[in-house]
């Protein structure tokens, strides 16, 4: 069955060090999403990507660094963690276009920088 | 950045009753709307969407589109309690990149 899969579940990471947060999916989708949850803020997009070697910035790509060295995997990467960046981080894939557009999300990733 | 607004924010409905969730968006060119459910502890997953103007009905649960109004909404016939979660209106602005609104938390008590 196609899925996504993003591991760590939960990681507790200190201030300042790095955090990478990995995900890989069996949809042979092209595009790829890094989104954080937020409670009122629902999910807010922070990188994409349309395929291997290509990483977009989203809405809020500040503090992050994206990597997608393959169709099946793109991680997102937190160089120096902060307190701000506690959050449940979302992966996704999917491809638009009509009735078949479909957007798969992993379970996410939750994050507490101390 | 893609303006999503959704109301209200969350709501409380007894069982049985009709629920209507509502989405404005902020761009006309728009295609693609999806509504999203998202369990507590849960992966947002895809519920209903819609490609045109008009009305799109699953069992209990409808969708209309007005992209003249950009508004989108999600009405819920007969709300169970296993309908309780976060709904969340999603929209397509650019071939790629889907745009999530805040969601609506919805309580349907037994």
Known sequence: ?114 | QQNVQQSPESLIVPEGARTSLNCTFSDSASQYFWWYRQHSGKAPKALMSIFSNGEKEEGRFTIHLNKASLHFSLHIRDSQPSDSALYLCAHLPNYNVLYFGSGTKLTVEP
């Open chain 1, 1 to 114: 069955e196609a899925a996504v899969t993003q591991s760590p579940r939960n990681k507790v990471a200190v201030t300042g060090g790095k955090v990478t947060l990995s995900c890989n999916q069996t949809n042979n989708h092209n595009n790829m999403y890094w989104y954080r949850q937020d409670t009122g803020h629902g999910l807010r997009l922070i990188h994409y990507s349309y395929g291997a070697g290509s990483t977009e910035k989203g809405d809020i790509p500040d503090g992050y660094k994206a990597s997608r060295p393959s169709q099946e995997n793109f991680s997102l990467i937190l160089e120096l963690a902060t307190p701000s960046q506690t959050s449940v981080y979302f992966c996704a894939s999917g491809d638009a276009g009509g009735d078949n557009s479909d957007y798969t999300f992993g379970s996410g990733t939750r994050l507490l920088v101390i």
